[in-house]
């Protein structure tokens, strides 16, 4: 007779990221990975290499996070991981578009590709997984139905020079989150936003960054994806009595 | 010999309400009008009545907020108003679409109409003013190129259990409105955003609510849409050395 | 038989500051001006200006903004302008303490400067101006008892490297007016707060600052003080319907 | 020979409160408590209950927070705790004074008390912390020399009706956080602040409270002091590259 096994959604997902490396976390606390990403060739690397760790993940490629995308993959996440044998119980919504233009050299198309993968996409991730969480009994522990997590940065709480089609996107995020956080804490599913204020050692920055020369060895100045994850984690095992709606995370000399 | 008109371009203006105000207030400066909104009847009803008071004053109807929809809309109002005998100088984007629904009940569509009227619509409009603006040559009491500005509401600053739609497309307009501020500032093409915080005195809100009974005939409750339009005038003549970004402006009694 | 003459007390009134230029603005519209400040002498050459420009002045020297030596400055002004000839309608807190230093390097007395002068004064001058402003009637055009503003700067919304004995008080002092806007908006009383977002062009900073080099002459890299008296004076002319707790106020090229 | 041991201190400390229960949580990672609070009998009672438990603590009463007293506690402090035996690696400023009254009954001694217990002894206590930390070799799981933070409540981002003394001091004390996290997070000492926006379920509360009835057993509508002390915990061990300045804490069903 077998428990029921907990499932992690993360929809944003690359080798070396915030997204790989909260699956690796949430896989050490026993949860299945339901990973949603675009390239996926990359995702199923990422989860080849999750599973060669022992863990249980699939990958779900989807061509783009508009709402039609992100509803088809649910089908093929409830049919990979179904109920009564699996339950969802975290979400991570970790997908971003990074566009840095001055605004008049935006196209539409720049416009909405913001707009489509980070606040169309989490629009309907989150129904997707609300709708799931609420069918969830309450861990006795935490108290949830399930957690479910959006990842913001700087531009989530400034608009800049050059962040006219970022800025309204991540702002709009952080709103969701906050109206979902208000709206389902009654059903007891906890619902997060995260300020990662500063940049993070992921491949993808490594390859686009050299200023200054030591940022990748200096824990000091950018943040670990795994430290993202570990904060992460925590936020899903806060006890009901006291949640978190939202926390900046930065490294110690970050300036700010 | 004539001087060059400045022209006032409105988006969202309907009968007795802030975008309607907001024209009849920049008439009486002297400005012309360029009011698009939708609802082609209505708006061409509200236009025979500013020209009846004597200004002068063109209806835009457009068929929805979307950016093909400004874009082609611009090119009509470039028609009409034509350099050098006009000059845009001053523009509101008052376009909203009021949507309170529990978050499970929204549909795409729901969140679409959110996104385009008040970010896409945004969006297009901006572009389309400031490339206008940076012709302009600079205003010698304002020290402006020209003067943009954007309505925004209580839920521009605080998500809520009715707002997912509606939260995340105002909080992404007030960060485009920043992001253009800091952006174009030292252009010196003012960009400003209100955050009207309490009901406006409109036929729309006349026929939708009568709680407290009273609260049409006690302006200690509710807002004049002639009170943000003087607003409007006052950061538009702001001089140089003292803009501001960002106001709230609400009823004396209005609790917060 | 004399009409009853409205008397603006300002507390922080230096020549050339906001404090005259806000004095300044409001005797050209009728108002008898009660100027408080430290540097009695200063103070006194300040009145004479105005006076010598036509106004109603009075100069009332204080040693410091603690709470005793602000009631008992009130009942001079009480005296000088006495009830009902006079009538206090408006009032600015003025008065700051500019410190910026590393954290260790903060003595007792620099904190408790900035606390007594920015947070306390501020207390005890909205108390006596609260308590007058209640046995007022309502002016018929702006539906107000009374208007009260605050000065506040970056500092208000930001603290920084060198701020923290400045940010503790002058955040303090945004709380003050946020919370006096809700408790007395209901009576009509108008509470505001502005945010000077950049250097203003006083003798002092003229004293103080040369860097750029031409940033006195240049209207687009500093505020007037009189382009502040101007957004004061129109803060308390807004009508009743559409009042404003706080704005912001920066040169056009200012870098935020 | 004995390895160095850490000691966390608090100020701010009763029964079944925060502080208490912050105190309690450290000492399960093996941290000696110093305990600074008013009310020497009940102080004394607690460390008793804590060294029952097998703790090291030692009360340390003062009068007040002012900062004179903080001074002479901290002298004790280091007396009982001395270097090299002992390193404070941990801080709490939980103290607070609770007020709310209308702001015309205020008198200058209710605002003096909740500046006093707030800010000044906020200040004065920060002082001697990071006097000690700057002192202190990096701890290499965390990358810290100390671990500072403040407890905040719904007061710290609100200013309400009755807050007029209590918010301008809560707020002053966010600044202070934000301030000191921005200056000495570069000295690798991460200065924390945290939100608890609820009632917490302390013998106080319980004391004065009984709406809704069941409150006390209902975890989902208030905070248990134990689950604010898991946070502090969390935070004090974030590893370097990913330091929270500031989360919010409620319980699930809270409304905001």
Chains 1, 2, 3, 4 share one sequence.
Do not use: C
């Not at 863990?55 to 996440?77: E, H």
Request: a neutral charge; aromatic letters at 10%; zero cysteines.
């Amino acid at each position: 007779m077998s428990a029921i096994k907990p499932v992690l959604v993360v929809a944003g997902a690359r080798a070396g990221g915030t997204g790989a490396a909260t699956a690796a976390a949430f896989a050490r606390k026993g949860y299945s990975l339901a990973l949603i990403s675009r390239g996926a060739e990359d995702l199923q690397a990422l989860v080849d290499e999750l599973k060669s760790a022992g863990s249980d993940a699939t990958a779900f490629p989807v061509p783009s996070y508009s709402a039609p995308s992100i509803s088809s993959v649910f089908q093929s996440i409830h049919t990979r991981y179904p109920s009564p044998h699996y339950s969802i119980r975290a979400a991570l919504y970790n997908a971003s578009h990074s566009i840095r233009k001055p605004f008049l050299d935006l196209t539409l198309a720049d416009f909405h590709a913001a707009q489509e993968t980070i606040v169309e996409g989490a629009f309907a991730f989150s129904q997707e997984i609300i709708r799931v969480f609420k069918e969830n009994d309450i861990d006795a522990d935490t108290g949830k139905r399930g957690f479910l997590i959006f990842t913001g940065s700087t531009t989530s709480i400034r608009g800049n020079r050059t962040t006219s089609a970022a800025a309204p996107a991540k702002w709009g995020l952080r709103a969701l989150s906050q109206s979902l956080s208000k709206e389902f804490g009654e059903w007891n599913i906890h619902v997060a936003h995260a300020i990662i204020d500063g940049i993070i050692n992921t491949p993808f920055s490594r390859s686009r960054f050299n200023d200054p020369p030591n940022w990748v060895e200096n824990e000091d100045v950018r943040l670990n994806a795994e430290d993202i994850a570990k904060a992460y984690v925590y936020l899903a095992e806060q006890p009901r009595s006291a949640w978190t709606w939202e926390l900046d995370l930065r490294p110690a000399h970050e300036k700010w």
